[in-house]
């Protein structure tokens, strides 16, 4: 036997010694923490029966073995007081989208289909902020907000692909769903201003919803699309100001005109009901709160064009040197403006009142055709991330359009309703400090660093 042979024997017996010792002990661990496992199980353990107002789904699949069983299992966790609504969401989603053919051709198509809509509207409404939640500052407490803000965001955006879904798919058939349709718009409306929001920033835009619910109902009334919505052009903006009573009294009275033959009741040419007892004034007034509290969520921002000239004023040593922006530069600004954001406002709010002076103008279609036809969240989020590349092509030099654009980039980094955006944002922030290092290193450069890093700091506290 070789000297490394016998000292691997001598030693051998010992090290098996000490990892049988450490088997032993972690034996000794997993049988308390599964016997504690165990234990913990067996006291929370609840029989869970599936709630009778689910049942429908079960008889709706009933001939579809392997699915039925997948649906009682999502069923027992939704009817669990505990409930997990992130699997609930994402296995609602599933179920709904996957198999909305079947659904909507079977004989309870309207109940089965109303279920599905009231779990996303339960899961939106089960995660919504209290005023108690809101007063604790502590790290729990704020991930727990956060976490349910997500939840809720899922099930809106689950809830709003949903309906598109459903409308697309009725066809002929739509009139059957015309009540599930009414009870899913009232209880987006009684959500609070703070939930309303997220519907503002879904992808799943209500305008186009609303707009494919008109289509779909047969009413040819030249429904607003993406393509032909109000769009914005700065050139003519202060005109739009001061003319904005005049235009809203034209509005009105081309409505009034047509009211009388836009209301709930719609017939085809051979006399048949089509879009029948469509609740347009729920929608209406969904609308009217939907577009109001986006364009006040932009208000409580920093006016961007404000902002931006007091931080290039800032950034400017030499105070015998001119800090004013060129006006084909305000210009880029006038789009996403408090000013514009004022203008949509007064125009929503006179249109407002001209229904409050004749209730009867809620229920007319024309006022939900002029209503999708106000800029979304999601326009308004277009224009924020096309204005970095605007800057830089409006820069005299590379490098003021550079130092620009770094800027306004910081900017949308301080404004949460842009989140969607800031990854994006963050990879154009390195790549453009990363091109302006290269290119210089001078003092205002690294000015414009410590500075752009100061923006963030301050919005953090």
Request: glycine share 4%; proline share 2%.
């Amino acid at each position: 036997m070789t000297l490394e042979n016998k000292s691997q024997a001598l030693i051998r017996p010992e090290i098996q010694d000490q990892e049988n010792a450490g088997l032993r002990n972690i034996g000794a661990v997993l049988e308390i923490r599964s016997q504690a496992l165990k234990v913990n199980l067996e006291e929370t353990r609840v029989d869970v029966e599936i709630d009778g107002k689910y049942k429908i789904i079960l008889d709706v699949f009933e001939r579809y073995q392997g699915l039925h069983s997948e649906l009682v299992i999502f069923l027992k966790e939704l009817s669990n007081p505990m409930r997990n609504w992130q699997f609930i969401i994402s296995d609602a989603r599933r179920h709904a989208f996957d198999h909305i053919h079947i659904m909507i051709s079977h004989a309870c198509a309207k109940e089965v289909i109303g279920v599905f809509l009231n779990i996303f509207h339960d899961a939106i409404e089960a995660n919504q902020e209290n005023d108690s939640a809101r007063k604790g500052t502590g790290w729990f407490q704020t991930g727990q907000l956060q976490a349910r803000t997500l939840i809720q965001a899922e099930a809106v955006d689950s809830l709003m692909r949903f309906v598109q879904k459903i409308i697309k798919a009725s066809g002929k058939n739509l009139a059957i769903m015309v009540p599930v349709f009414n009870e899913t718009f009232r209880r987006i409306s009684r959500n609070s201003d703070r939930t309303l929001l997220l519907f503002s920033k879904s992808y799943y835009r209500l305008n186009r919803i609303v707009s494919e619910l008109l289509r779909s109902a047969n009413l040819n009334c030249g429904t607003a699309s993406t393509s032909n919505s109000k769009t914005f052009n700065s050139k003519t903006f202060n005109s739009e100001i001061s003319n904005s009573k005049t235009s809203n009294s034209e509005i009105a009275s081309s409505k009034t005109s047509s009211s009388k033959t836009s209301n709930h009741m719609i017939l085809n040419n051979d006399g048949s009901p089509d879009g029948t007892d469509i609740d347009w004034k729920c929608i209406n007034t969904l609308l009217f709160r939907y577009h109001k509290t986006a364009y006040q969520g932009w208000l409580k921002e920093n006016d961007p064009l404000c902002w931006f000239e007091q931080e290039i004023e800032a950034m400017v040593t030499d105070r015998n040197k001119t800090t004013e922006l060129p006006d084909k530069v305000k210009e880029l600004f006038a789009p996403i403006s408090h000013e514009r954001m004022k203008n949509e406002l007064d125009l929503l709010s006179n249109l407002k009142q001209r229904c409050q002076e004749n209730q009867e103008r809620y229920h007319s279609i024309s006022i939900t055709m002029e209503l999708t036809r106000f800029p979304e969240n999601n326009e308004i989020i277009n224009l924020y991330k096309a204005m970095p590349a605007k800057l830089l092509e409006a820069g005299s030099t590379s490098r003021q359009g550079n130092h620009w654009k770094v800027l306004f980039l910081f900017h949308i980094l301080n404004i949460p309703d842009l989140s969607m955006i800031h990854i994006a944002t963050f990879q154009d922030i390195n790549n453009t400090l990363r091109w302006l290092i290269g290119v210089e290193n001078t003092p205002y450069l690294q000015q414009l660093v410590r500075q752009t890093f100061t923006i963030l700091k301050l919005r953090s506290e």
